[in-house]
């Protein structure tokens, strides 16, 4: 799978957007790039991928770039519970195969 | 959505004794469940895959006689932590893939080992 590197930390006014960038440089082309985050204590939560095109759902939008070496979580307003580590995973997609392996990820932390 | 439920949430026990963490699809099957393990201030880390009715795969430097894990059924894989050192104190976290096809993993909300 390819690496990804993310900043260690940001920071984000609360009701602002939030967004998170990922460099993955070396994606191959069938790799998906995925987010999930982390709570402190919990286990990790999706959010959302995507493959080519930029992505919404309910939580958050993915904007990947055309030669999809970077992507941005966006969250659209932020709140004090987003709050939390955010990792940006690339592989390969399906139900087999490549695993899940997390890197170090963004510390966000929402200010009121 | 698919529920992942892991017990117990925490745990504290003797050095030289073993502990078994149970992870559970609540909802769905799960042929393939994922181990990691994460210590204070760092990322998680698979441990191994979990396979109903086969062995599991241990990541390399996994020791797979410490770390005994059991994918008995559908619903249930098992994680025994044997012969427990307090460097083995850390979070242990349970995923299984999600049943619909969407190629993701929903994760329990892990288990606090502390060996004292």
């Known amino acids: 799978d390819a690496k990804t590197t993310q900043p260690t930390s940001m920071d984000c006014a609360e009701g602002r957007a939030a967004n998170l960038p990922c460099n993955h440089s070396?994606?191959?082309?069938?790799?998906?790039v995925y987010w999930y985050r982390q709570i402190h204590s919990q286990g990790p939560q999706y959010i959302i991928h995507g493959l080519k095109n930029n992505e919404t759902n309910e939580m958050a939008s993915l904007i990947i770039t055309e030669d999809r070496k970077s992507s941005t979580l966006i969250l659209p307003h932020a709140t004090l519970r987003d709050t939390a580590v955010y990792y940006c995973i690339v592989r390969v997609a399906g139900n087999t195969g490549n695993q899940f392996y997390f890197g170090t990820g963004t510390s966000l932390t929402v200010i009121p | 959505g698919a529920v992942v439920s892991q017990h117990p949430s925490w745990v504290i026990c003797k050095s030289g004794t073993s502990v078994k963490i149970e992870c559970r699809s609540l909802?769905?099957?799960?042929?393939?469940m994922f181990w990691y393990r994460q210590f204070p201030k760092q990322s998680l880390m698979l441990m191994a895959t979990?396979?109903?009715?086969?062995?599991?795969?241990?990541e390399q430097g996994v020791e797979k006689d410490k770390f005994l894990i059991n994918h008995a059924s559908l619903t249930l894989s098992t994680l025994t932590v044997t012969s427990a050192h307090p460097e083995d104190s850390s979070f242990y976290i349970c995923s299984a893939r999600d049943p619909s096809g969407i190629p993701t993993l929903h994760f329990g909300n892990g288990t606090r080992l502390t060996v004292t």
């Open positions: 070396t994606i191959s082309g069938n790799e998906y």
């Open positions: 979990s396979n109903e009715g086969s062995k599991a795969t241990y």
């Open positions: 909802d769905f099957q799960a042929t393939t």
